[in-house]
């Protein structure tokens, strides 16, 4: 899988396995949808256990092998930590996931349901507490696609473990020395904010408005008060 992803990486090489390599993320795509229904309550395959395979029984009784789904959400995180220059591939295949999985869903929001979109958040984030400074690139870059392509209530759901692995990197790494990743970081954490907040009722601003509006007044009144104090005692001392 880490083969596939990085060979697709290199432009001679998409016209040749392209078709491949689309419909195997639409494989795995169908994967977690099945997985999402038969395992409901399973946790995702740890990286240390070697590769394996997944029975699933038909409705007639017969047992089928399949690929574990989430040894690809355990590729693509490592692959897209390996070289700036993989990421378009791993960016690429979420958005064949997500399409994917939305079109056998329904929507988008039922998607965000989804174990495995949260196993690959989690993934990525575990990735900003690595020690190598390209593997919290590659995090970085997969936490703002998600940010960008997950709905708002998806990502207010991850925005702690979000924000605490985004500052890691900013107080892990000198910013005199990595200045591309701990940039990236600090605009990670930007688009995150501005996801997060832009879900915030039209009806706080406007209050907001209304109080600062209010306070201003209040001041305002304040100083004509002091100002007519002032005044009267200029008679009454001379």
Known sequence: LQGLLCAFSYSDL?????SFFTDCCRYFALQFVTHS?????????????????VENQTKNGSVVASLDPYLFIEALVEVISRHESYSPTVLLAIDHLLECCTSLMGNIDRV????????????????CYKDRWC???????????LIN??????VIRHQLSFMNGLF???SDLPSEIFHDVTSLSASTCH????????SLPSSSSSSMEDDSSSSSSSSQMKD????????????LES
Not at 112 to 127: G, P, R
Not at 192 to 198: E, I, N
């Open 149 to 154: 392509r997950m709905p708002v209530s998806w």
């Open 168 to 170: 890691n990197i900013l």
């Open 14 to 18: 998409q016209e040749t396995i392209g």
């Open 37 to 53: 229904f038969s395992h409901p309550s399973s946790s995702s395959t740890s990286s240390s256990e070697p590769l394996h395979f």
């Open 191 to 198: 688009l995150l904010l501005k996801s997060c907040l832009s």
């Open 224 to 235: 004509d008060e002091e100002g007519n104090e002032k005044e009267v005692l200029k008679p």
């Open 135 to 145: 593997q919290k690139r590659g995090a970085c870059h997969g936490i703002s696609h």
């Open 112 to 127: 965000a349901e989804m174990k495995a979109f949260s196993d690959l958040a989690q993934t990525l984030v575990h990735y």
